[in-house]
């Protein structure tokens, strides 16, 4: 499976945007990248995912690079609740059909001030 | 639509006993997965189960974990004879169809495991 890297952790203030980072320079093409979160104590949620062209939804935005090596999690406006732990996942529709598994590295724990 | 429903929240075990732990799945989901996160750690796949039906347990330790998913009821994830190094977080999730490209995930909000 092709492996992702993210920084241990990263700090930002309350109202400033936040730029996620996460390299994956062994992506195959067929690999999706994925972004979940997981909030204290709860379990992780799904935030966003592409393939190749940036995607925006109402939780983030998910900019690709064009050689799909590295990609970065942009919260526009950080609150004091997404203060979790964020993964960068890559999933494969090719991989034998277990495209169902996640498998989760120990993302980046992001923490917002006040 | 409730979400995804674990019980309980919380359970303290002691060494040898036995961990019930059970998760329904949201309205109209039937592809039910397991993972386990370990303490400081990432979540690790277990098990895969469609209405009664194991479709991967790869994840799963070879003694003591099994897993089930019956016709009615919620899914049941067993732990015999715990240990304390099965203490832990133990996560569920339920998707609609079992293709994870364009389908997410939906997961519970996990049973810590206590074994004293």
């Known amino acids: 499976d092709a492996k992702t890297t993210q920084p241990n952790s990263m700090e930002s203030n309350e109202e400033e945007p936040v730029h996620l980072p996460c390299n994956h320079s062994t992506i195959s093409g067929t690999d999706y990248i994925h972004w979940y979160r997981q909030l204290p104590s709860q379990g992780p949620e799904y935030v966003i995912h592409?393939?190749?062209s940036n995607v925006n939804n109402r939780m983030a935005s998910l900019a690709i690079a064009e050689d799909r090596k590295s990609s970065t999690l942009i919260l526009h406006r950080a609150t004091l609740r997404d203060a979790a732990v964020y993964y960068c996942?890559?999933?494969?529709?090719?991989?034998?059909?277990?495209?169902?598994?996640?498998?989760f590295g120990k993302g980046t724990l992001l923490t917002v001030n006040p | 639509n409730a979400g995804v429903m674990q019980n309980p929240r919380h359970l303290v075990r002691r060494r040898g006993q036995e961990a019930r732990l059970r998760c329904s799945p949201m309205k109209g989901h039937s592809h039910v997965y397991w993972y386990r996160q370990l303490p400081e750690e990432g979540l690790k796949f277990m098990v895969y189960l469609q209405k009664e039906n194991i479709i991967d347990e790869s994840g799963m330790p070879k003694e003591r974990f099994s897993a089930e998913f019956p016709k009615e009821g919620p899914s049941i994830l067993r732990i015999q004879q715990v240990v304390r190094g099965d203490s832990a977080a133990y996560f569920c999730?339920?998707?609609?169809?079992?293709?994870?490209?364009?389908?997410?995930?939906?997961f519970g909000q996990g049973t810590r495991l206590t074994v004293v």
């Open positions: 996942i890559l999933r494969d529709p090719n991989s034998g059909g277990s495209n169902y598994k996640l498998t």
């Open positions: 592409g393939l190749t």
């Open positions: 999730a339920s998707s609609a169809i079992p293709d994870g490209l364009n389908t997410e995930a939906f």
